[in-house]
């Protein structure tokens, strides 16, 4: 493949394999979301018990009182309070650690790390503390919840996304991300900002239909305790799969690890980039 190492190898690829990749993956994803479907049920009929969202009974009479005890979300609740002033301090939330003998210069070097991380998580990244709220709400509540740090092409700037677990496809039997041979990312992306990312170079600029959206249960769930009301008509969103995966396109005699973008209404892949150190 020409071109620099970290360049858009979607590019350079017939149709025909970009096809079959696409095809491949999809169905891995779908096979992924399969095996957690136990999982998304429990979680579903958790989310009932959080007694956020009031409700009009017929059952076992017209208007009967349905309760739920808040003691889950004031547990969840309390958790979030207390977490968030141990990792979010008034200073900032990065500290800095010596090994070892600690000379002047050192200590001196280790401060500016301190306030420059700092600088940078609390005013190049506004959204890192609300981020890091809404994780700490949805950690207790669910078990496991990501962060995702970026690059973030259309900003110049390092940023950094909570993604809920509802949202993060894994490998069934997979012990941690290291190990997995594959975890996808499910995003949902306007068409506007789909076409910032194609004219910046970073996916491949091709024409995209109108996306077909998908409602999720997982989806209906959290729309019902926050009182929302998606419409069909008007979500316009493309849902893009961002898969970290394993996989052989014949640079080497094995898989080898790749980040592989794919639109799923369309099934076109718009970023495959190498996933290793050069």
């Known amino acids: 493949f ?3 190492f970290g360049t858009n190898l979607a590019e350079a690829l017939p149709d025909d394999e970009l096809t079959k990749i ?26 009932e018990y959080l007694g956020l969202k009031a409700e009009e009974r017929s059952e076992p009479w017209e208007g009967a009182c349905g309760v739920f005890h808040p003691i889950l979300t004031e547990a969840v609740v309390r958790f979030q309070a207390q977490a968030i002033v141990e990792i979010f301090p008034a200073p900032g939330p990065a500290r800095t650690k010596i090994m070892g003998r600690q000379p002047p210069p050192k200590v001196e070097q280790a401060q500016r790390i301190e306030d420059e991380m700092n600088y940078i998580l609390t005013e190049k990244m506004p959204e890192y503390r609300g981020e890091t709220e809404q994780l700490l709400f949805r950690l ?5 919840v990501f962060r995702k740090i970026y690059f973030e092409p259309n900003e110049l700037r390092p940023a950094a996304i909570m993604v809920p677990a509802e949202d993060f496809i ?14 996808t990312h499910v995003m949902r992306r306007t068409k506007n900002e789909l076409k ?9 600029d091709i024409d995209i239909p109108e996306p077909t959206p998908v409602i999720t249960d997982l989806e209906k769930a959290n729309d019902k305790i926050a009182g929302r009301t998606p419409s069909i008509d008007t979500d316009t969103r493309h849902t893009i799969l961002e898969f970290n995966v394993d996989y052989d396109i014949g640079e080497h005699d094995y898989a080898c690890p790749y980040i592989i973008t794919v639109e799923q209404s369309s099934q076109k892949i718009l970023g495959l980039r190498r996933n290793w150190i050069e």
């Open 2 to 4: 020409a071109g620099d």
């Open 22 to 47: 696409a095809t491949e993956l999809l169905q891995a994803f779908e096979a992924d979301k399969l095996s957690r479907r136990d999982w998304e049920q429990a979680y579903i009929k958790g989310l």
């Open 140 to 144: 207790p509540l669910v078990g496991s």
């Open 170 to 183: 894994i490998n069934y039997g997979a012990s941690d991300l290291k190990s997995s041979e594959r975890y």
């Open 196 to 204: 910032k990312m194609q004219v910046s170079g970073f996916y491949r």
